[in-house]
Nanobody
Framework: QVQLVETGGGSVEPGGSLTLSCAASEIFDCMGWFRQVPGKERRWVAIANRHNQNEGYHEDVLGRFTISTDTAKKMLHLQMNNLKSDDTAMYYC?????????????????????WGQGTQVTVSS
């Protein structure tokens, strides 16, 4: 059974930084971070593709967030800088996403069978 455990959430003022970490029982080619606010669908934030060593970012976080994988420690991290109030959400670690025939990770949450319990990030002054 795959286990994913997120840590690092909390409250921060706008412009601040947080680092989320996900301890995984195993590493997959497609792993990523998603976020969800009440009443809205869960959507992708950043995806790490171990198959082609690339990362992808939603346009809302591009240039501010950085995803990284520590394969040896089976950890997935999300460094979040210059946080904004719109970043307030529950953040989830996801793993096991499908690869397309071209070697890209799908970004839809329905493609990820394994999820952590989530960690809350609140950005407020």
């Amino acid at each position: 059974q795959v286990q994913l455990v997120e840590t690092g959430g909390g409250s921060v003022e706008p412009g601040g930084s947080l680092t989320l970490s996900c301890a995984a029982s195993e590493i997959f080619d497609c792993m990523g971070w998603f976020r969800q606010v009440p009443g809205k669908e869960r959507r992708w934030v950043a995806i790490a593709n171990r198959h082609n060593q690339n990362e992808g970012y939603h346009e809302d976080v591009l240039g501010r967030f950085t995803i990284s994988t520590d394969t040896a420690k089976k950890m997935l991290h999300l460094q979040m800088n210059n946080l904004k109030s719109d970043d307030t959400a529950m953040y989830y670690c996801a793993a096991g996403g499908e690869l397309s025939q071209w070697g890209y990770c799908y970004i839809g949450p329905e493609n990820y069978p394994h999820w952590g319990q989530g960690t809350q990030v609140t950005v407020s002054s």
